[in-house]
């Protein structure tokens, strides 16, 4: 029996082959260069099979418009809303399609490998199209979906045996999404567009191609960064003012300490110079409190999608797009776990020893490796589960790696290893001191056990040495002084903020949070400062103002976030396709008429901004 496998890009092609195989497998050309065929013998169910291992590129057919629709001057543009679609395979495609469609005929199996998210479930599913089309003998009964999370001999066998049919409801859930953004951003972009493109005040703010662009979770993004803009620059600085206290100890043991006052800060600068002075004219200070109690700081929680992204945007200075072809790369050549993945806590039986074990032969962190198997492997548990894949982990030690591959890759494991790790452990000391009716406090730390801070350098746990005076001890102190000061806005937000804000309010998933902050920022709608933090563009700002204007909706994460919680629930079986597509165009092409009738709202928030 021939069985056809098909993996979504060429390097997990040949890497599950060479899992299921035990060692390389023949090779052939297929009618794309970039492509390969994999042939190998295997037993599935008791039959010897050959397979046929390929992969496709990504997305195999996309959606368009029919051509009477395309042109932009063509239509009505509310009639994109209900204008028919074409399934089409791109030119640069049409190679990997007829690969797929020759190998098909001679197959009277199918196992689709493509990864296992959503978007891996649609793209298995435009492979069955193509293969089915050329083969209509591959039925419901003849196709099979590999569930995996790692490209490892283990995983891939595994995989083998436990077959399963692919989930179509997961993929119709893609493709609703999918032509929604085809369809809303179409029209908004045309509307724009045509109406503002050639302005000539409006044309040294746009991109090369003078687009203006609308995505249902671009703008949404896009409203995160003008917001927190807004929001700096209606702030309104205080002035304020505080006493210090500062002594330098001698006994019981020799410590500098800065006292904090417990009322933080007065607004009322005259009375905190009445205060200060009452302080210095009877500057004697007494112990009122001396206590200490157990402190631990927690390590990290298993390593999600999310996580990742915000901690090389932060740590590192890797934006969240460039970290994610660094983690699928290192997926395909069978380093990491797959790194798409919402999950945050470890199964009871994962197996954690062996991927500590492999960890032991590193120079650098081998030693905390090896401590670690000693002691059993006790990581901290989440509270999500996608239900699909683990939390990211490594899966070899890889001291070949360079470059950013090589930093992404020491995070996920440093990562790993600490939380598997126990939290670091400590005392704290808080000392209370008395000066006429006035209470300072002064924090205390001595770290006892230090544990995943020794792999773990992205965290900070500073020591910090506090005598241990009596109750009732008096002494003045060496400084009391009164310092002004102002209340500092809000900083702009950081990749790591806006990440966090998506994930909050359900804009986009793991899987698409770094594409649309690319989006806002190709489309000079935003950019980013020296400090690496988002400032909104002049058009950008104005199209916000403006959408705020007709309906504040459109960049607000609301609308957003219902349309992903509907996706879920075509996902779990809730919804059909059909009724949440009709349910959200009908909805947006109600914004869409009401932004048309508006649109002069638009260009005088434009106006303002670019004069």
Request: with cysteine; net charge positive.
């Amino acid at each position: 029996m021939r069985v056809l496998n098909v993996a979504e890009k060429n390097d997990a092609a040949k890497n599950i082959a060479l899992c299921a195989n035990r060692g390389p497998p023949n090779r052939r050309e297929g009618l794309s260069q970039y492509n390969k065929i994999y042939e190998f013998q295997y037993q599935i169910n008791g039959h010897q099979c050959t397979m046929i291992m390929t992969s496709v590129s990504g997305h195999l057919l996309t959606q368009d418009f029919s051509p009477q629709y395309r042109q932009w001057q063509s239509c009505p543009i509310v009639e994109l809303f209900d204008a028919p679609l074409q399934t089409i395979c791109p030119p640069n495609y049409q190679n990997i399609k007829r690969t797929l469609e020759r190998e098909a005929r001679t197959c009277q199996q199918l196992i689709i490998w493509t990864d296992c998210d959503r978007e891996g479930e649609n793209i298995g599913y435009e492979v069955i199209e193509v293969c089915r089309a050329a083969n209509p003998r591959l039925g419901p009964q003849h196709v099979w979906r590999a569930r995996f999370s790692e490209i490892t001999p283990q995983a891939v066998n595994n995989a083998l045996r436990n077959l399963v049919p692919p989930d179509e409801r997961i993929s119709n859930a893609v493709a609703c999404r999918s032509e929604l953004d085809l369809r809303i951003g179409a029209a908004f972009t045309r509307l724009m567009t045509m109406r503002f493109r050639e302005i000539a005040q409006y044309k040294p703010f746009l991109n090369e191609k003078g687009l203006l662009s609308y995505g249902s979770c671009q703008f949404p993004t896009l409203g995160f960064v003008v917001e927190r803009y807004k929001e700096i620059s209606r702030f309104i600085r205080e002035d304020f003012w505080k006493i210090k206290v500062t002594h330098e100890f001698k006994k019981p043991e020799k410590a500098r300490v800065e006292f904090h006052w417990q009322r933080v800060r007065l607004f009322d600068q005259l009375c905190c110079e009445v205060i200060f002075d009452i302080c210095k004219e009877r500057p004697e200070a007494t112990v009122t409190g001396l206590t200490e109690k157990p402190k631990s700081k927690w390590r990290p929680l298993p390593m999600d999608t999310i996580e990742l992204e915000k901690l090389a945007s932060r740590m590192l200075k890797i934006n969240a797009k460039e970290t994610m072809r660094i983690a699928e790369k290192l997926y395909s050549q069978g380093l990491i776990s797959y790194p798409r993945t919402e999950t945050n806590i470890f199964p009871k039986d994962f197996g954690l020893p062996n991927l500590v074990q492999q960890q032991i032969a590193s120079p650098v962190w081998g030693a905390f490796a090896q401590n670690l198997l000693q002691l059993g492997p006790n990581p901290r548990a989440g509270k999500k589960s996608d239900q699909a894949h683990p939390p990211i982990h490594p899966l070899k030690f890889a001291p070949n790696l360079a470059g950013n591959e090589k930093r992404v890759y020491e995070l996920i494991v440093r990562h790993f290893l600490a939380t598997c790790s126990a939290d670091a452990k400590g005392f704290e000391t808080i000392l209370t001191i008395q000066i006429t009716e006035e209470f300072f406090q002064a924090d205390g730390l001595v770290i006892t056990e230090r544990n995943y801070l020794d792999v773990y350098p992205y965290d900070k746990w500073e020591a910090k040495t506090i005598p241990h005076c009596s109750v009732g001890l008096k002494f003045i102190p060496t400084r009391i002084e009164m310092a002004a000061g102002q209340t500092s806005p809000p900083a702009l937000l950081s990749e790591s903020d806006l990440i966090a804000l998506m994930e909050k309010h359900g804009i986009g998933t793991d899987a698409t949070h770094a594409e649309h902050i690319e989006t806002i920022q190709t489309r000079q709608y935003a950019g980013m400062n020296d400090d690496r933090r988002f400032t909104p563009g002049r058009i950008g700002m104005g199209l916000v103002d403006g959408y705020d204007a007709i309906d504040r909706a459109m960049s607000r994460p609301h609308l957003r976030s219902q349309l992903e919680a509907s996706l879920k629930d075509i996902c779990e079986g809730r919804r059909n396709k059909a009724d949440v597509l009709q349910e959200q165009i009908d909805n947006y092409r109600g914004i869409f008429l009401q932004a048309q009738a508006q649109i002069q709202k638009l260009r005088d928030a434009l106006d303002r901004y670019t004069q």
